[in-house]
């Protein structure tokens, strides 16, 4: 029997997403962004289904070799590098490749003796201000990557985009312009766009492109969702139907009986909370699918249950299915309704949850 709460993770979806990438991004290549446990999807089983990427990137080492030891064996990007010798050990043992982002990971790399040459990616700093060389540093560290024995040449470059996911933000033309100024005289690979980047500034497009959040069928925009962009939604999150009450006028609902019953209702208790990943910041109304019907949720999301309000939803029963986010309901909409994103919701499904695969062609 499948737990109360569960998610059905479609494999079809996925690679149709993957498909839906390179209509964007023709003749890039793609580095599948799957960090953070494949943005709560299960970081193996993401890989095995997006396999026919040119890479997989992940955020730390770990990551990485919990890939490897899985028996992954494209390039594995590791988007934030090292720190320390240990990690440059296993990034070289488990032969990934690692971003170069400062001065003291080029010292680290200076000073080891490795017959294996490491791959690395230049990360240059076009205005994030998170990760990254300093463009002015272009051609000191250059030179300090050309004389540098241990580092595999030839290096590509990178940046990260800080605004694309407003389409009206021109912080983002500012960082292309500055990336492609500053590279101008280099012949290496170069790669810029995230999923926004992919989706909406065909400027940022390059040799390769880095989607994330639309592999899994969800969009990077707060005002669109990502079917407007031909994608598929990967994951859904089911739960049940615990209980069904009759409140009168005046009842108070759930902790701290914030939510007080204005009229006469039938109210549902369902099986998730945030011990599942449903956030906590779920405002009242926010939508959930009962039996396909969109019934609006009152009172505190708790860690176990939430509970809604029936009044529309008149033959619900208990032990129905209910549909958190997913298919019919995009998370999009949850995140809105939460104030959060959908990255957060995604990431935060927790280990409670069940994920079943299946493969679902619904065109
Ligand atoms: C997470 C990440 C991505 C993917 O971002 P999405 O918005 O999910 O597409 C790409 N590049 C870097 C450096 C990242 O950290």
Redesign the pocket.
């Known amino acids: 029997m499948k737990p109360a709460t569960f998610a059905v993770l479609n494999n079809t979806a996925l690679r149709h997403n993957l498909n839906v990438v390179r209509q964007y991004a023709p003749g890039a290549k793609v580095m599948a962004?799957i960090?953070a446990n494949g943005y709560g999807h299960g970081l193996i089983r993401v890989a095995k289904e997006l396999r026919t990427s040119d890479a997989f990137?992940v955020?730390r080492v770990d990551e990485g070799i919990r890939l490897r030891k899985a028996g992954i064996t494209q390039r594995i990007v590791v988007?934030e590098g090292f720190v320390c010798h240990e990690e440059l050990a296993l990034i070289e043992r488990f032969q990934m490749e690692t971003v170069l982002h400062c001065d003291e990971q080029l010292d680290m790399l200076e000073s080891i003796d490795t017959a294996n040459y490491i791959n690395c990616w230049l990360k240059l700093d076009t205005g994030m201000h998170r990760l990254g060389f300093d463009v002015t540093q272009v051609t000191r560290v250059i030179n300090r990557i050309n004389q540098c024995r241990s580092i595999a040449k030839p290096v590509p470059l990178m940046t990260?985009l800080a605004n694309a996911d407003d389409v009206n933000d021109s912080a983002t033309d500012q960082q292309i312009k500055i990336f492609n100024n500053v590279t101008a005289h280099i012949s290496e690979q170069r790669s810029i766009a995230?999923?926004?980047g992919i989706l909406e500034w065909k400027t940022s497009l390059s040799d390769w492109v880095?989607?994330?959040?639309?592999l899994f069928g969800v969009s990077?925009f707060s005002n669109k969702n990502g079917t407007e962009y031909g994608l598929k939604p990967a994951l859904t999150l089911y739960s049940k139907l615990l209980a069904i009450k009759d409140l009168k006028v005046g009842d108070a609902v759930g902790y701290g009986g914030l939510w007080v019953c204005k009229r006469p209702m039938k109210l549902g208790v369902i099986a998730t909370g945030y011990g599942d990943g449903y956030p906590r910041s779920a405002a009242s109304n926010t939508p959930v699918l009962v039996n396909g019907c969109r019934a609006p949720l009152v009172g505190r999301v708790s860690m176990d249950m939430i509970t809604v309000d029936l009044t529309h939803c008149q033959s619900a029963r208990i032990g129905d299915q209910v549909v958190l986010w997913g298919e019919e309901l995009p998370v999009e909409e949850i995140a809105r309704c939460a104030s959060t994103i959908p990255y957060t919701l995604m990431c935060g499904i927790t280990q409670r949850v069940m994920i079943i695969e299946e493969e679902i062609d619904r065109n």
């Open positions: 962004v960090k990137a955020a988007l990260h995230n999923s926004s880095r989607p994330g959040i639309m990077p």
